[in-house]
């Protein structure tokens, strides 16, 4: 079983930037690998769907972005201790949501009903 913990959400104005952190509180009984290829940011905003952000794929290091954030937001990992980070710059208010953190084995990155776990958000809002 794994727990992951976000943090570093808060209220910004459009322009400003903000850190996600994701934490992983508790580990799998076996290997990191066999449990996680992918560790990603979610967000969802009210009356929305959650939507991908941005994910990492260890295996191969690599970054996945959604459109709507590439060159504003970019995603990497402590390898070490599989910590998460989401620096997010130059932020609208159509930014504004619930990111959530997530780790699992989805057939691609974005599918998120394909993730076995999920932290339990940390709130972003941007302002005009």
């Known amino acids: 079983q794994v727990q992951l913990v976000e943090s570093g959400g808060g209220s910004v104005q459009a322009g400003g930037s903000l850190r996600l952190v994701c934490t992983v509180s508790?580990?799998?009984?076996?290997?990191?690998?066999?449990?996680?290829?992918?560790q990603s940011w979610f967000r969802q905003a009210p009356g929305k769907e959650r939507e991908g952000v941005a994910a990492?794929?260890?295996?191969?290091?690599?970054?996945y972005y959604d459109d709507s954030v590439k060159g504003r937001f970019s995603i990497s990992r402590d390898s070490a201790k599989k910590t998460l980070y989401l620096q997010m710059n130059n932020l609208k208010p159509e930014d504004s949501a619930m990111y959530y953190c997530?780790?699992?084995?989805?057939?691609?990155?974005?599918?998120?009903?394909?993730?076995?776990?999920w932290g339990q958000g940390t709130q972003v809002t941007v302002f005009a």
């Open positions: 990492f794929r260890p295996s191969i290091d690599t970054a």
């Open positions: 508790k580990y799998p009984a076996g290997t990191w690998s066999s449990v996680v290829a992918y």
């Open positions: 997530a780790a699992g084995r989805p057939v691609e990155w974005y599918r998120h009903d394909e993730y076995n776990y």
